[in-house]
């Protein structure tokens, strides 16, 4: 893909990452696209350089997840994206004006709804440009369903359709993500916004390379999430703020541009060629990675219960939840906290090692007072 003003993308990085990427990859095999979720699951866990690197170097960790005797049961039901299709339809209908009055426009005819259609991918993401400039330069509400647009990851282009984004008249663009999760009492669930707002977020990174070179135009740091009120069908909006989201994402991607220093630290011939390699070689290939396992990752990782597995033979305590880990200061092994707990190691003035013992004192009298009234 040539680098244009329209698409928002830098030039091609140096052909020797691209070789390098496809050395880890397998040669004959074509990389696998990255989209908004993976790079939203990117954000989710930011330390796992494992995830980094395959995600880089475009593997199919599916397949690579199958082949080390781990796969797992990855991606929405037909039900949910049956589901979600219709009521991102019923917000759009009428062009869209349910959309539109949450946004707080009160005449949806005066708003513009350009046509996006373009040939092939590149032509489209030139199209949602253009469409995004004159609208810009026109000063007026413009509603873009389904635009494709670009980011640059790791030397390859990755394109992303967001549900819609709109632009006001004072030059803002702001990102809608519909979703058919219920929001009850002005509420959703915390952990589906949260991922809403991550994939929402690598929206607005891409927005932002196209407002970069559009004259007036800026970008939204909060989106727009449309979901379903209470229990019922009808929409209903809230403001989300993805500044945060925005800044982790904008850091895994400058890890993926120098995914050949995570590379570099490789032994040599360390190849994920699923058609090639053996369950044994690509098992010690993924070895080599250094990950950082959570319990999240089973709702984002393809490889979650092979890294699980692994942390599980480690004793790791990283299975326990990474609000735990983060307790635990220097206690890395379930072992060690029990032995904490249990007096028979750990520096009694670590603040994490008497928390510990306090907790299982606690735990003993509660114990032996349960047990003294039984008796009784």
């Known amino acids: 893909m040539s680098a244009s003003l329209d698409s928002g993308l830098s030039r091609p990085p140096q052909t020797t990452r691209r070789e390098l990427l496809a050395e880890l990859r397998g040669p004959a095999t074509p990389p696998r696209p990255l989209d908004a979720r993976a790079l939203a699951a990117l954000a989710a866990n930011p330390g796992c350089r494992r995830r980094a690197l395959l995600d880089g170097a ?4 599916s397949a690579l997840a199958a082949k080390l005797g781990s796969p797992a049961p990855f991606g929405q039901s037909q039900f949910a994206i049956v589901r979600g299709n219709s009521f991102e339809a019923k917000v759009k209908a009428d062009g869209g004006r349910e959309l539109l009055r949450l946004i707080g426009v009160e005449q949806p005819g005066t708003v513009s709804v ?6 092939g991918p590149e032509g489209r993401v030139a199209r949602t440009a253009l469409a995004l400039r004159e609208a810009t330069a026109a000063g007026a509400w413009t509603l873009l369903d389904h635009p494709l647009l670009a980011l640059e990851v790791a030397g390859s282009p990755v394109y992303l359709e967001p549900d819609a984004v709109v632009v006001r008249p004072d030059g803002g663009w702001t990102v809608v993500e519909i979703k058919s999760f219920p929001m009850v009492d002005g509420a959703a669930d915390a952990s589906k916004v949260g991922a809403a707002a991550r994939q929402a977020a690598v929206y607005v990174l891409a927005l932002e390379r196209v407002a970069a070179v559009t004259e007036g135009a800026r970008v939204a740091q909060s989106v727009l999430l449309v979901c379903p009120k209470d229990f019922s069908n009808l929409p209903t909006a809230s403001v989300v703020d993805v500044r945060k989201q925005r800044s982790v994402t904008r850091r895994q991607l400058d890890r993926l541009t120098r995914i050949d220093e995570i590379a570099a630290a490789l032994p040599e011939g360390v190849s994920f060629d699923v058609a090639e ?9 993924v070895e080599c990675v250094p990950h950082q396992y959570a319990p999240e990752c089973l709702a984002a990782c ?3 219960f092979h890294c699980r597995s692994r942390s599980r033979e480690a004793d790791a305590v990283e299975t326990l939840g990474r609000s735990v880990r983060g307790e635990l200061g220097g206690l890395t092994t379930v072992g060690a906290v029990l032995a904490a707990a249990r007096g028979e190691a750990g520096d009694p003035d670590d603040p994490a090692v ?8 606690l735990r003993e009298e509660a114990l032996s007072g349960a047990g003294a009234r039984a008796c009784r």
Do not use: H, I
Request: glycine share 4%; aromatic share 0%.
């Open 114 to 119: 350009p046509e996006l259609a373009a040939a």
């Open 354 to 361: 008497a928390a510990l013992r306090r907790a299982r004192a």
């Open 302 to 304: 393809e490889l979650a």
């Open 277 to 285: 390699r053996s369950a044994e070689e690509l098992t010690a290939a």
């Open 58 to 61: 475009g593997v199919d960790k």
